[in-house]
């Protein structure tokens, strides 16, 4: 089992930046791949980016260039996922949600921190 907990999110201006958090815990030891989703109301959920433990990243069109994807040293089994989000826009509003895939392929899931970028 692996416990995901977002943190970072809130209102910013349009240009603005945010750094959104995820720490991991448990079974840490068992995570492959970590990434990041939103959903903004009435579309579907879309990843964001991702980070392979190999450190290899991906991430979606619309934010190539605007958002950077890491991940931060283990303290004790706690592994930690960072997304810095530069000038923002206002489509970028959504609820932004951390994940993981952990061996052999069970995917895990935070609560979501809310992300509202004003114009």
């Known amino acids: 089992q692996v416990q995901l907990v977002e943190s970072g999110g809130g209102l910013v201006q349009a240009g603005g930046s945010l750094r959104l958090s995820c720490a991991a815990s448990?079974?840490?030891?068992?995570?492959?791949?970590m990434g990041w989703y939103r959903q903004a109301p009435g579309k579907q959920r879309e990843l964001v980016a991702a980070i392979t433990s190999a450190g290899s990243t991906n991430y979606a069109d619309s934010v190539k260039g605007r958002f950077t994807i890491s991940r931060g040293n283990a303290k004790n089994t706690t592994v930690y996922l960072y997304l810095q989000m530069n000038s923002l826009k206002p489509e970028d509003t959504a609820v932004y949600s951390c994940t993981c895939r952990a061996y052999p392929a069970y995917d895990y899931w935070g609560q979501g921190t809310q992300v509202t970028v004003s114009s």
């Open positions: 448990g079974s840490t030891f068992s995570i492959n791949h």
